[in-house]
Antibody, heavy 113, light 108 residues
Framework: QVQLRESGPGLVKPSGTLSLICNIS?????????WGWVRQPPGKGLEWIGQ???????NYNPSLESRVTLSLDRSTNQVFLYLRSVTAADTAKYYC??????WGQGTRVTVSS | EVVLTQSPGTLSLSPGDRATLHCRAS???????LAWFQERPGQAPRLLIF???TRASDIPDRISGSGSGTDFTLSISRLEPEDFAVYFC?????????FGQGTRLEIK
């Protein structure tokens, strides 16, 4: 059974970098899938952050592109999200996805001093 | 950016009823790259429909999607207790991929 599990610090200071890890079990990054991130601020809808394919490229939401980096690690089967210069507006629940057909449970991140 | 507007915001129905949820796009969604998701409290979003009308794995046939262009519909017949949740539509044809604001299906 394929599972995604997000992890990372629940609290990030303003202007800092949000760093999240998605651990993949039961599947391999070397598959044909796109691996990405989606977030949901409290009380709001879902926002696509971006996605990456091992051999096919990368797409970012233009609204975040200047601050975000997605990377994949085949050796550890992990997907990474880095979001720089965070503000309170980046407070959200962050989800890891595979082709949008499989999602992790999500991890809450609060940006606050 | 393709803006997706879902209606109604909240739908109050009883178990056994039929639910009809709508998703309207600000621009044509090419190749019907439109998906529907269910979100229950404390759970990961679950893909229900992709390609506007194709059910994802293990989705019962009482859940169906239809529509094309700018108007899409999710129908759920014979509502069961586990169907009462929030539903989102998403277009994945044009970057940035965007989601609707959601429809809350609640028990009447």
């Amino acid at each position: 059974q394929v599972q995604l599990r997000e992890s990372g610090p629940g609290l990030v200071k303003p202007s800092g970098t949000l760093s999240l890890i998605c651990n993949i079990s039961g599947d391999s990054i070397s598959s044909t899938s796109w691996w990405g991130w989606v977030r949901q601020p409290p009380g709001k809808g879902l926002e696509w952050i971006g996605q990456r394919h091992l051999i096919g490229g990368i797409n970012y939401n233009p609204s975040l592109e200047s601050r975000v980096t997605l990377s994949l690690d085949r050796s550890t089967n992990q997907v990474f999200l880095y979001l720089r210069s965070v503000t309170a507006a980046d407070t959200a629940k962050y989800y890891c996805t595979r082709d949008f057909d499989l999602w992790g449970q999500g991890t809450r991140v609060t940006v606050s001093s | 950016e393709v803006v997706l507007t879902q209606s109604p915001g909240t739908l109050s129905l009883s178990p056994g009823d039929r639910a009809t949820l709508h998703c309207r796009a600000s621009h044509t969604v090419p190749s019907d790259y439109l998906a529907w998701f269910q979100e229950r409290p404390g759970q990961a979003p679950r893909l229900l429909i992709f390609g506007a009308s194709t059910r994802a794995s293990d989705i019962p046939d009482r859940i169906s999607g239809s529509g094309s262009g700018t108007d899409f519909t999710l129908s759920i017949s014979r509502l069961e207790p586990e169907d009462f949740a929030v539903y989102f539509c998403q277009q994945y044809a044009t970057s940035p991929y965007t989601f609707g604001q959601g429809t809350r299906l609640e028990i009447k």
